[in-house]
């Protein structure tokens, strides 16, 4: 009797033996297929994230056009308080004629205009144009070229009547500098006045014939401090103050053009 049930004691502890690793198997291969499960949704919302991030960083990369109007707004419309041409065309043709900034003439010469030679005594730069190696001006800044641009239009009595238009008809200087001569392709009107509507280029006509643009000034003793607002560049302030950008670099030991909205730059002692 003793012997019989130590014979089925035996049978059943090896059935029990038997069973636990089927019962394992079985559930290790649920816990495989659960986190297979999860790894396929992370990676899927991983992908997700990722392309989103992609789109949003395409959609912030801003054209060659609209840093070249970042740059240089502030010149055009500082030359027309100046010199009454409009700040909208000023900057279609720096556009245009510079390839955003990017023509040879522009980068070598720092000619944002095509301006030829013309009785011009200083540097001189050969490109070919209408013709083969015709001369053009060369300068030192860019801002020379925005200069030079304006005195090349207000000294030249083919353009007189240009400045008896009103100072917002972009359309009408559009047209009359290729009545005058400026350039010599038929369309360049047309040019000028699709890049003007394209990116708002009148705005900035508006703004000067708006309201000045309020500057803050503050006074501490002998010393004269300008808080940086939207739209400040070291080359404006310089204008404003009637200095220069590497005087007022040297005075806040400045070593590049770059400028922080609320940045208080010291004027003069």
């Known amino acids: 009797m003793k012997m019989k049930f130590k014979y089925i004691l035996v049978l059943i502890v090896l059935s029990v033996m038997s069973c636990g690793p089927k019962k394992g198997i079985v559930t290790k291969k649920k816990s495989s297929a659960k986190k297979e499960v999860v790894n396929k949704e992370k990676d899927e919302e991983s992908t997700k994230k990722t392309s989103e991030n992609v789109k949003t960083k395409t959609s912030k990369v801003r054209s060659a056009v609209e840093i070249y109007i970042d740059l240089y707004s502030e010149i055009a419309m500082d030359n027309m308080r100046t010199h009454k041409i409009p700040a909208s065309i000023t900057l279609a043709q720096g556009i245009l004629e510079s390839g955003s900034g990017r023509g040879r003439l522009a980068k070598k010469a720092n000619n944002h205009f095509g301006i030829k030679c013309h009785g011009w005594k200083g540097a001189k730069i050969y490109h070919d144009d209408d013709r083969s190696q015709e001369c053009f001006r060369k300068y030192r800044k860019a801002e020379t070229s925005y200069e030079d641009h304006s005195e090349f239009l207000t000294g030249r009595k083919r353009y007189a009547s240009l400045f008896r238009l009103k100072a917002n008809d972009y359309k009408g200087w559009a047209k009359g500098l290729r009545t005058a001569g400026y350039a010599t392709d038929r369309k360049y009107p047309q040019k000028l006045i699709s890049l003007i509507e394209r990116y708002k280029l ?68």
């Open 202 to 269: 009148y705005e900035y006509d508006e703004q000067v014939l708006g309201k000045p643009r309020k500057t803050s000034i503050i006074n501490k003793g002998s010393k004269v401090k300008h808080v940086v607002a939207k739209g400040d560049t070291l080359y404006s302030i310089s204008k404003l103050y009637k200095t220069s950008v590497e005087a007022l670099k040297e005075k806040n030991n400045l070593t590049s053009n770059d400028l922080a909205i609320g940045q208080e730059l010291i004027i003069s002692n």
